[in-house]
């Protein structure tokens, strides 16, 4: 069973930046999928960024050009770099990986964006 450990998360002021990491046990095969969702009190858990095992990035609109993801070359850890935070990035991150069909979540990490 694939389980996902997030780190990181924390206070931030406006315009600071955060770094989040999630590493996976469980799997002796690299991940297809790896990524970040978030959750904001009253809103639905959307999509962040993700990676592919290939390298192959996507993002949600509201992050590009402020967030990172990277991953390890042969291993299941993945990054998220966030800078020039926003109050509305504060949320719960989730961690997320997918392979052949199935799901796993970590149990997430809180990024608060504060003065």
């Known amino acids: 069973q694939v389980q996902l450990v997030e780190s990181g998360g924390g206070l931030a002021q406006p315009g600071g930046s955060l770094r989040l990491s999630c590493a996976a046990s469980g799997s002796d095969v690299r991940l297809n999928i790896m990524g970040w969702y978030r959750q904001a009190p009253g809103k639905t858990r959307d999509l962040v960024a993700l990676?592919?095992?290939?390298?192959?990035?996507n993002y949600a609109d509201s992050v590009k050009g402020r967030f990172t993801i990277s991953r390890d070359n042969v291993g299941n850890t993945v990054n998220l770099q966030m800078n020039s935070l926003k109050p509305e990035d504060a949320a719960v991150y989730y961690c997320n990986a997918a392979h052949i069909g199935r799901t796993y979540w970590g149990k997430g990490t809180l990024v608060t964006v504060s003065p």
């Open positions: 990676i592919t095992k290939g390298g192959t990035t």
